[in-house]
Every structure is written in structure tokens, then in C-alpha cells.
């Protein structure tokens, strides 16, 4: 199972790290993602890493600011979120894809997903 953790309430310009954490399954094994759900909207692909680490995909608005990284000794793929916007409020959820559609400007994965975690970007 995969386990999101790091969200929670930050003004925006702030940061957060978020962290999926892999039980019973070896995420660097797997091309992840981190997708999220804004209230009233679709899930969108915001950002996702292959399995061999030498592609990523940013959603647009989150380039520059967001950064995806995998921890292999903690069994962990993280998501350094700096500067964060109102328009990053959602919930964040991690996946492991056992299905992979991913280049630069393409992220489309599915797999064993996480539960979430609520990120709220508020004054």
C-alpha cells in the first residue's frame, strides 16, 4: 500500500514536503506520481518520475516551484512544494503505476494509488 503524508495548512509562499511511503511493494521499481484533486475539479497529473529517474513531468504551473525526488533507502518518492499558490489547494495523491503514458509533457499513470493527503494554501 502507498501512504501520503506532509500536507497540512500553509500560507501561500510557503512550502511543504510531501512524502508516499511504499509498504509490501519496492517504489523504485515503479514510475510514480503525484496527482491532485482541487474541489469541484478533475484528478490532474502534477508531477510524475519513471523508473529509471530520467524523465519527469511538471504540470506547467507547478514548474520551478515543485520538485519530485525519490528516496530509495526510505522506500519513499517526495514532493518539495515551494512557494506554494492558492491554486495548489487539494488533495495530493501518490500512485505506482502499474499502467505508464509519461514524457516532459505527458503524465498519464494509474496503479495502486494512495489515500490522499489535504494540502490548503490560505492567508
Known amino acids: 500500500q502507498l501512504v501520503e503524508s506532509g500536507g497540512g495548512l500553509v500560507q501561500p509562499g510557503g512550502s511543504l514536503r510531501l512524502s508516499c511511503s511504499g509498504s509490501?511493494?519496492?517504489?523504485?521499481?515503479?514510475?510514480m506520481g503525484w496527482f491532485r484533486q482541487a474541489p469541484g475539479k478533475e484528478r490532474e497529473a502534477v508531477s510524475c518520475i519513471n523508473k529509471g529517474n530520467t524523465t519527469f513531468y511538471y504540470k506547467t504551473s507547478v514548474k520551478g516551484r515543485f520538485t519530485i525526488s525519490r528516496d530509495g533507502a526510505k522506500n519513499a518518492v517526495d514532493l518539495q512544494m515551494n512557494n506554494v499558490l492558492p491554486e495548489d489547494t487539494g488533495v495530493y495523491y501518490c500512485v505506482a503505476a502499474s499502467s505508464t503514458i509519461l514524457a516532459r509533457n505527458i503524465c498519464m499513470l494509474d496503479g495502486l494509488w494512495g489515500q490522499g493527503t489535504q494540502v490548503a494554501v490560505s492567508p
Open positions: 509490501g511493494i519496492t517504489l523504485d521499481d515503479y514510475a
